[in-house]
Nanobody, 127 residues
Framework: QLQLVESGGGLVQPGGSLRLSCAVSGFTLDYYTIGWFRQAPGKEREGVSCITSSTGSTNYAHSVKGRFTISRDNAKNTVYLQMNSLKPEDTAVYYC????????????????????WGQGTQVTVSS
C-alpha cells in the first residue's frame, strides 16, 4: 500500500526557513515522480514543485523559484522541500503526492495526474 507522510511544517516568521519531508512507503522512489502542492484557505490547490524519478529533473512554480528547493534521497525513500525566504503568502497546507512514471521532466500542475497523496502539513508564515 502506497503511503506518503509529510512532516516539518510549523509557524515561522517572514524571511525564515523550513524543510518539509515526504516519507514514502510501500513503493520505491525509483519509479515515481513526486510533487509538492499547497492549498491556502479559500484558494484552489496549486503545484509548488516536482522531481522526476529517472533523471532527478526538477521544476518550480514561478512564485517559489529561487526560494524553494526540492530534493530526494532514494536510500531513505524521502523527498524534501527546503523553503527559504518565506513570505506570508506561502501560508498553506502543503501536500506531497506521487505519480508512477519514468518521465525525464515534470511540469508543475495542480495535481490531477497524481494518484497517491499524503495528509498534509501546515505551514504558517506570520510575525
Amino acid at each position: 500500500q502506497l503511503q506518503l507522510v509529510e512532516s516539518g511544517g510549523g509557524l515561522v516568521q517572514p524571511g525564515g526557513s523550513l524543510r518539509l519531508s515526504c516519507a514514502v512507503s510501500g513503493f520505491t522512489l525509483d519509479y515515481y515522480t513526486i510533487g509538492w502542492f499547497r492549498q491556502a484557505p479559500g484558494k484552489e490547490r496549486e503545484g509548488v514543485s516536482c522531481i522526476t524519478s529517472s533523471t532527478g529533473s526538477t521544476n518550480y512554480a514561478h512564485s517559489v523559484k529561487g526560494r524553494f528547493t526540492i530534493s530526494r534521497d532514494n536510500a531513505k525513500n524521502t523527498v524534501y522541500l527546503q523553503m527559504n525566504s518565506l513570505k506570508p503568502e506561502d501560508t498553506a497546507v502543503y501536500y506531497c503526492a506521487a505519480r508512477f512514471d519514468l518521465a525525464r521532466e515534470c511540469k508543475v500542475e495542480a495535481g490531477v495526474t497524481f494518484g497517491s497523496w499524503g495528509q498534509g502539513t501546515q505551514v504558517t508564515v506570520s510575525s
